[in-house]
């Protein structure tokens, strides 16, 4: 996720281009660039580190042109250096290109590209896009108007890239206008008096106008001072239908939620596509192990702590039963200090959304001392961990503002399930047939998702209408859905700061069935899967001692709970092991919604820190 922005109007622009990108900078803030067309040519800037720094630079400069483009980066491709830093030109440095997204087919493009002797000078997927354009400008009638030629080899550019894109253009041979396109990431047009914008959210542009056009998937949008003209894939111009933004920039910000955790919950059907864009084909260079590697790897031990730790203890049940390899799920606070044998064979992956997580980096460098291969699923690129890494998947959800973590979440059981299916095909656990019949299934997640939202939030809302003034609360759940009951009484406890605990079902009876009073919550995670009768159970005992069960269950489950428990909250019916990413939705939004009704600091909740950086 990167915050991109465009002015043109009758103002010098780097003053609206900064300003929107200090707007944006929730959406990354790893470097900073801004592009300007002044006198005929093109200028750039750009910074590591937070907007700030871009600021002061700017400043030195005398920027005048009335055209510019910004940009603040989340980085995916390349670490976060003023030399990845976007805009990215071409080689003639006429035209510079920013981008939000994920260019999936850039290496094979690039290579193409070289070959006709474009000189690369970054490692990010977008520099492909800026080459392409002056490819593409090349083979332009000279003497048609440039705003048609650029249209034209923005349209031919968009045509041979694939993945998720927003991306602004300006180029010299059309100074007064701004090329934007878009394709499952997010861009706004925002129409203001002799000055117009395109960004990847109205927050960047809400100061100087309310009116906005949010462009279709492919749809290019060409600005100038005195307005908009947008096209559709084939070149035919459309009418544009303006919305009017009744937000404020706060709110805007939040893409009109309410709280970041709510706009991340929200986030998850595209978060968990962003780090699911890679094929089967791609599996071995993506989770970095070869088929002779899987057949040496004899066990696994995974390293994290809190919500990531839930996610390493899910994949354990993952792993063990796609792949046979035994796991070993470790709180990395607790793997520290304890004495581990060597063992040949094994592979230790650290698991954390920050990379800057002081118990689980000193965990897997202790892992690395003792000589184990290693492995890192993590959010943010060139973090501590990553550099320590022997290879690190990437979990793609781009910034996690809020302090308890969701999107990072279900993005990292995306990660390591998909890691699960193909350790299993390699090593002989899966069948060809059945590790593609899963795999189709698993790809659908961002759909199941998308769904589950749907089915969950006004029914979630409304239920913790009834229960939020309970002082405590349980979560219980067996097999692959124990660890969501660990997340949702964690969840709840950091952001209602409410007595939560989760227990496995069949654990309840050895103990703290004493916990149970009348009226007590009992949220229990039971897709009808192979331990629905025994989560059946569980209830029955709680509902005896007075609970009042609520159950999240599949379509099947609900029939046969609906007169045995309290309430029920309907997930899609998904594969047994990919339900604990739906249940974790329905336990995000419980906590939420109590939190809200309990007036909490929801996005940053008392004695928390986004990344625990001491031990
Ligand atoms: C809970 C939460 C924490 C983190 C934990 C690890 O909502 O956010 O429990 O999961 O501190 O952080 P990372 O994943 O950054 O290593």
Redesign the pocket.
Known sequence: MCGIIGCVGKKSAAPYIIQGLKNLEYRGYDSAGIAVIQDGKLLRLRAAGKVNALEKLAAKKNFTGVSALGHTRWATHGKPCEANSHPHTDCGGTLAVVHNGIIENYLPLKEELKKKGHVFRSETDTEVIAHLIEENLKTENKNAPAEKRLLSAVQKTVKRITGAFAVGVIWSGAPNIIAGVRRQSPLAVGLGDNENFIASDVSAFLKHTKKAVFPEDDEIVLISPSGAKFYDADGCQKKPQITKIKWSSAQAEKGGFEHFMLKEIYEQPDAVADTLRFGTDDMPSIFGVDKNEVKQIKNIQIL??????HAAMTAKYFIEQYAGVPVNADYASEYKYRSVPPAAGTLVIA???????AD?NAAFKKAKSLGFKTMAIC?VLGSTLTRMADHTFYTRCGPEIS????K??TSQLAALYGLALFLGRENGGLSEERFKSLSEEFFSLPRLLDETLKMLAPAVEKLAKKVYRRETYVFLARGVNYPAALEGA??LK?ISYLHAEGFPGGEIKHGPIALIDKNLPVIALMPKDALFEKMLSACEETKARGARVIAVTDSKGAEILKNKVSDILVIPPATPFLTPVLNAVAVQLFAYYIAKLRKREIDQPRN?A???TVE
């Open positions: 994290a702590c809190g919500t990531a730790y698991v954390s959304q920050s990379g800057e997580t689980t959010n302090v308890a973590s969701t990072a979440y964690l969840k950091e928390l986004k990344s625990v």
